[in-house]
């Protein structure tokens, strides 16, 4: 079912438009400006309840209207009504339940392991790892000696606010039966939200050791997923350049999150991590392979795209 109130507040945006045979509005392209109005707007949200918008000519397009508005430069209070009328991605807005994530009991800190043989073995292996003590003290590093953690480095995450919203664990033992180890809650968080300045460039990375050691606005996906909070968030934030530095068995998300994001008006960069991650590669040399990167195109990805048939 088409929302005619969404239809007028686009039409108060574009100028008039005309209903297609399939149903969508049809307008003149503010982007290439073609005589005929070959900018297609769908106003049926598709199956992820998105409203893509997409211009036959020039190929300008995205997947929701606010990234059309953004592009445009709408005002204030157009993106107000239009967050009251269009139920973004779902998957954007899903509110997970959260329980309060607790630290394990037998969680210590790393810093204060001077006289205990795990704690040391815990030393070892992060500064193996090429961790500071800076980093340390910064992240609130931790170890367990016993229990369901036990020979693990606790690695939390807090919010804004500074509560702890996940941790991870991660097994030092040389030959361990379980490598990770992560408490029963919704991913859906914002990993390291604490320390991310959402108006300087940001970069996503897998782990949340590498985002440590890339030591800059890095977030960890835990994982190759980009979760919902932290997407809306991206989308939403005043973040202009946002970099992608996934494992390369991960391309073809990297290529559609980039896509997202070009889509949303952000500049975007392709990190290729030549087969190591950023924790191993280390400071230094991720800081030049990410100097030596250059914004995405979308040529660029049509490239990328093609390479993986």
């Known amino acids: 079912m088409i929302n005619e109130l969404l239809v007028n507040l686009v039409n108060s945006v574009l100028g ?27 106003f049926s949200e598709n199956k992820k309840g998105y409203n893509p918008w997409h211009c036959w000519v020039c190929g300008k397009k995205g997947t929701r209207i606010s990234s059309l508005f953004k592009q445009l430069k709408a005002s204030t209070d157009k993106f107000t009504e239009l967050y009251k009328l269009v139920s973004e991605e779902k998957e954007y807005n899903q509110k997970e339940s959260i329980i309060d994530v607790k630290l394990p009991k037998e969680f210590k800190l790393i810093s204060d392991s001077a006289v205990d043989l795990t704690g040391k073995q815990a030393w070892n292996y992060v500064k193996n790892r090429g961790i500071t003590l800076e980093d340390i003290l910064k992240y609130g590093l931790g170890y367990c000696e016993y229990g369901n953690y ?24 040389r030959e361990p039966y379980r490598k990770y180890r992560n408490p029963e809650t919704s991913r859906n968080i914002i990993p390291f939200e604490l320390f991310i300045n959402w108006n300087l460039p940001l970069i996503l990375c897998e782990g949340p050791f590498d985002a440590i050691a890339i030591k800059r606005n890095a977030i960890p996906l835990l994982g190759s997923n980009i979760q919902g909070s ?70 660029d990805l049509m490239e990328k795209k093609l390479q993986l048939i």
């Open 16 to 42: 008039a438009g005309k209903r297609t045979a399939r149903g969508n509005q049809s307008y003149n392209c503010p982007f290439c400006n073609h005589t005929k109005p070959k900018l297609e707007v769908n």
């Open 150 to 173: 036990k020979n693990m480095i606790i690695i939390p995450s807090y919010d804004e606010s500074g509560k702890l919203n996940y941790f991870t664990g991660r097994s030092f033992e």
């Open 230 to 299: 932290l997407m809306k968030k991206i989308v939403t934030s005043t973040v202009k350049k946002i970099y992608i530095a996934l494992d390369s068995d991960a391309i073809k998300k990297s290529i559609k999150y980039a896509e997202e994001f070009i889509n949303e008006g952000k500049e975007v960069y392709m990190v290729e991590l030549q087969g190591k991650d950023p924790s191993e590669m280390g400071f230094y040399n991720f800081t030049k392979l990410i100097q030596t990167t250059t914004p995405l195109t979308q040529y």
